[in-house]
């Protein structure tokens, strides 16, 4: 068995934190994670360093912010240079496999994985740059609208349970494979689910395990469009919300199907974890459960992701590691950003990778364990793509949260006693010392001027190069095109003339050969 764990890592999309049973959304049925809860750690206030796709697993693979790289959006490049959890695993002897999104931007679709096993489902190229010099409505490159909601149900298939079932029966099959290789490495398989994301939509044996009677209409409901803060008004623009009527019956049904997504997720997850058992792989494996960020689901009127406010940005986390305080929560703040430090704390190996970031998380180890704190005084959160106008930054700590955005009036909480977010205490005097040792940290972490000039120069220039190059020429494609090598399959001369001895090579467990009683010269 190899030194090192191995570690599966397993992401949704779109997963807000908020709809956890662990984390106390118990309508939510998910018995497999809910039972890797109980065989590892829950951290109950983990957030998104970002709340959009791209920018946010680039900042996770990185263990950087993704101002620091350039992956301002779902339309920026990611650039190769930037080293990567997966390079550092592969560095240290891991083989590392990716199967599913990650919505990488640009002609590095794999960023340190040897391999991948299926393409992504969204965009490689600049396409979904975001332009902060539109006038008028918010430029929305995506074209988002609120048809998610208003059609969502049931389905039979949709694009996204395409991919989700290729992702889960390649995982599946890379697992069994993992276990049958003769010379045993320690490995990084990441399997990268699309669901829950919009639009909500759902195989009907899933959305059956809920009743209308049963779900929970938000906490919060729609805030009159002349009393939103200035981010929410842009957002409600940006969506185009206001081509439909949202009922209450919409609402209902759109959280019924969003829930019932999470239980087809938990599916997904439990074939995962059979596979894992049956190989005898289960034991010494890392498993990491998460999301990129999260999502309004109808809270204050708001929906999706892109937003400053709780249920946008708080992901599920849950970590099961050998020496864990099994079925222990933690509630200290933690990120995406935490992960890889944390991961890399767990690989033993005599090479160390000769160049490491400094990053800008820290290992949860100490949380993990019961043995150590952690010591960080704020969460840093960013969001720079579309539906603002300048870098919005956030800093979230045990008891506030600050939104900085030089064109908007900030924001901040006190998420303890406010955990709904509705008494907005920035710039009133009581709070001055603590609001001005709140904007000291920002502006120690980021320039904000500098930083929207780096952005507009960056939007510039992939504007360009997508509207006059990418699309109109005979560039060569970025999108990731999955090869085999049909020559390693199932029982081929080069790999093997014996069609016995192939075949039981594949058999797991692996019975050795069975000498033959009355041995033949030939």
Request: aromatic residues 8%; hydrophobic residues 35%; charged residues 25%.
């Given at each position: 068995?190899?030194?090192?764990?191995?570690?599966?890592?397993?992401?949704?999309?779109?997963?807000?934190?908020?709809?956890?049973?662990?984390?106390g959304?118990?309508?939510?049925?998910?018995?497999?994670?809910?039972?890797l809860?109980?065989e590892g750690?829950?951290?109950?206030k983990?957030?998104?360093?970002?709340?959009?796709c791209?920018?946010?697993?680039?900042?996770?693979?990185?263990?950087?912010?993704?101002?620091?790289?350039?992956?301002?959006?779902?339309?920026?490049?990611?650039?190769?240079?930037?080293?990567?959890?997966?390079?550092?695993?592969?560095?240290m002897?891991?083989?590392?496999?990716l199967?599913?999104?990650?919505?990488?931007?640009?002609?590095?679709?794999?960023?340190?994985?040897?391999?991948?096993?299926?393409?992504?489902?969204?965009?490689?190229?600049?396409?979904?740059?975001?332009?902060?010099?539109?006038?008028?409505?918010?430029?929305?490159?995506?074209?988002?609208?609120?048809?998610?909601?208003?059609?969502?149900?049931?389905?039979?298939?949709?694009?996204?349970?395409?991919?989700?079932?290729?992702?889960?029966?390649?995982?599946?099959?890379?697992?069994?494979?993992?276990?049958?290789?003769?010379?045993?490495?320690?490995f990084f398989?990441?399997?990268?689910?699309?669901?829950?994301?919009?639009p909500y939509?759902?195989?009907?044996?899933?959305?059956?395990?809920?009743?209308d009677?049963?779900?929970?209409?938000?906490?919060?409901?729609?805030?009159?469009?002349?009393?939103?803060?200035?981010?929410?008004?842009?957002?409600?623009?940006?969506?185009?919300?206001?081509?439909?009527?949202?009922?209450?019956?919409?609402?209902?049904?759109?959280?019924?199907?969003y829930?019932?997504?999470?239980?087809y997720?938990d599916?997904?997850v439990?074939?995962?974890?059979?596979?894992l058992?049956?190989?005898?792989?289960?034991?010494?494996?890392?498993?990491?459960?998460?999301?990129?960020?999260?999502?309004?689901?109808?809270?204050?009127g708001?929906?999706?992701?892109?937003?400053?406010?709780e249920?946008?940005?708080?992901?599920?986390?849950?970590?099961?590691?050998?020496?864990?305080?099994?079925?222990?929560?933690v509630?200290?703040p933690?990120?995406l950003?935490?992960?890889?430090?944390?991961?890399?704390?767990?690989?033993?190996?005599?090479?160390?990778?000769t160049h490491?970031?400094?990053?800008?998380?820290?290992?949860?180890?100490?949380?993990?364990?019961?043995?150590?704190?952690?010591?960080?005084?704020?969460?840093?959160?960013e969001?720079?793509?579309?539906?603002?106008?300048?870098?919005?930054?956030?800093?979230v700590g045990?008891e506030y949260?600050?939104?900085?955005?030089?064109?908007?009036?900030?924001?901040?909480?006190?998420?303890?006693?406010?955990?709904?977010?509705?008494?907005?205490?920035?710039?009133?005097?009581?709070?001055?010392?603590?609001?001005?040792?709140?904007?000291?940290?920002?502006h120690?972490l980021?320039?904000?001027?500098?930083?929207?000039?780096?952005?507009?120069?960056?939007?510039?220039?992939?504007?360009?190069?997508?509207?006059?190059?990418?699309?109109?020429?005979?560039q060569p494609?970025?999108?990731?095109?999955?090869?085999?090598?049909?020559?390693?399959q199932?029982?081929?001369?080069?790999?093997?003339?014996?069609?016995?001895?192939?075949?039981?090579?594949?058999?797991?467990?692996?019975?050795?050969?069975?000498?033959?009683?009355?041995?033949?010269?030939?």
């Open positions: 068995m190899a030194t090192s764990p191995n570690i599966l890592f397993i992401m949704a999309d779109q997963l807000t934190g908020a709809a956890m049973p662990m984390n959304r118990t309508v939510v049925k998910t018995p497999h994670l809910t039972a809860a109980n750690v829950n951290f109950s983990a957030y998104c360093n970002n709340p959009i791209a920018p946010s697993r680039a900042s996770m693979l990185t263990g950087l912010l993704a101002s620091r790289i350039g992956a301002y959006d779902n339309g920026a490049s990611f650039s190769s240079e930037v080293p990567t959890l997966a390079h550092y695993l592969s560095a002897g891991y083989s590392t496999t199967s599913g999104k990650m919505h990488f931007v640009g002609p590095d679709q794999l960023h340190g994985y040897e391999e991948r096993l299926t393409t992504d489902i969204y965009p490689s190229d600049y396409g979904w740059t975001a332009d902060w010099t539109v006038e008028g409505h918010p430029y929305a490159p995506s074209v988002m609208s609120l048809r998610g909601v208003v059609e969502a149900g049931v389905c039979a298939r949709s694009m996204q349970v395409d991919h989700d079932e290729e992702v889960t029966a390649t995982v599946v099959q890379k697992i069994y494979d993992l276990a049958r290789v003769e010379e045993k490495k320690p398989l990441t399997a990268s689910l699309t669901h829950p994301h919009n939509t759902v195989p009907q044996e899933f959305y059956d395990m809920y009743t009677e049963e779900i929970d209409m938000p906490t919060v409901g729609p805030i009159p469009l002349e009393k939103m803060d200035p981010w929410s008004k842009r957002f409600h623009s940006l969506i185009r919300a206001d081509e439909h009527d949202v009922s209450p019956e919409n609402v209902r049904k759109a959280r019924r199907s829930y019932a997504t999470v239980s997720i599916n997904c439990g074939r995962m974890f059979t596979a058992k049956k190989s005898g792989l289960d034991e010494n494996t890392i498993i990491i459960f998460t999301s990129d960020h999260g999502d309004m689901l109808g809270e204050r708001l929906w999706y992701k892109f937003n400053p406010f249920w946008s940005i708080r992901i599920p986390m849950i970590i099961r590691t050998p020496d864990c305080r099994k079925g222990s929560a509630t200290t933690v990120s950003l935490d992960l890889t430090p944390t991961l890399l704390g767990y690989a033993e190996s005599k090479t160390i990778p490491m970031e400094q990053f800008e998380g820290k290992s949860l180890r100490p949380l993990l364990t019961g043995k150590g704190s952690l010591h960080r005084e704020c969460v840093p959160i969001f720079t793509a579309e539906g603002v106008c300048a870098p919005a930054l956030i800093l045990e949260k600050y939104i900085y955005c030089e064109t908007d009036p900030p924001m901040m909480f006190n998420l303890a006693k406010d955990p709904h977010e509705l008494n907005n205490l920035a710039g009133k005097k009581e709070y001055e010392a603590i609001e001005n040792n709140v904007l000291k940290q920002l120690n980021w320039d904000p001027k500098r930083l929207r000039e780096d952005i507009l120069t960056s939007q510039a220039r992939r504007l360009f190069l997508q509207r006059q190059v990418l699309q109109d020429s005979n494609e970025w999108d990731y095109q999955v090869r085999k090598d049909a020559t390693q199932y029982v081929r001369s080069r790999k093997d003339p014996s069609t016995a001895m192939s075949k039981s090579r594949a058999r797991l467990p692996y019975v050795p050969p069975t000498p033959p009683d009355n041995p033949r010269n030939d």
